[in-house]
């Protein structure tokens, strides 16, 4: 949890824009897939997109998809960039890195892929 540390969050309309930065303070992840994940309150922590280790590839939540867009910066570091936002994307945004390299659609919502997170940034989208 120590290890990577999240950005960006804050207030925004519904239909607005956010960017969301993840960023390792400890150590790099060079050969290591990231991702995001949310949680709202009273809701469980839910997937919502992942990049693999070398950006080349990524899979999104279908709630999100056409929306975000998650982008490898470097080993340090990564984005989430996020449109036309709705007021139900509105939680507390984690950053994960795997232990593994990459993920698709059979593993990347599998908890016990992700094991390094940040301590959240808080996203609002409401009038």
């Known amino acids: 949890q120590g290890e990577l540390v999240e950005t960006g969050g804050g207030l925004v309309l519904p239909g607005g824009s956010l960017r969301l930065s993840c960023a390792a303070s400890?150590?790099?992840?060079?050969?290591?897939?990231m991702g995001w994940f949310r949680q709202a309150p009273g809701k469980e922590r839910e997937f919502v997109a992942a990049?693999?280790?070398?950006?080349?590839?990524s899979f999104y939540s279908d709630l999100v998809k056409g929306r975000f867009t998650i982008t490898r910066e470097n080993a340090n570091m990564m984005t989430l960039q996020m449109n036309s936002l709705k007021p139900e994307d509105t939680a507390v945004y984690y950053c994960?890195?795997?232990?593994?390299?990459?993920?698709?659609?059979?593993?990347?919502?599998?908890?016990?892929?992700?094991?390094?997170w940040g301590q959240g940034t808080q996203v609002t989208v409401s009038s």
């Open positions: 994960s890195a795997s232990q593994y390299g990459s993920c698709g659609a059979d593993d990347c919502s599998d908890s016990t892929r992700w094991n390094h």
């Open positions: 990049v693999s280790w070398t950006g080349g590839s």
């Open positions: 400890g150590r790099t992840f060079v050969t290591n897939a």
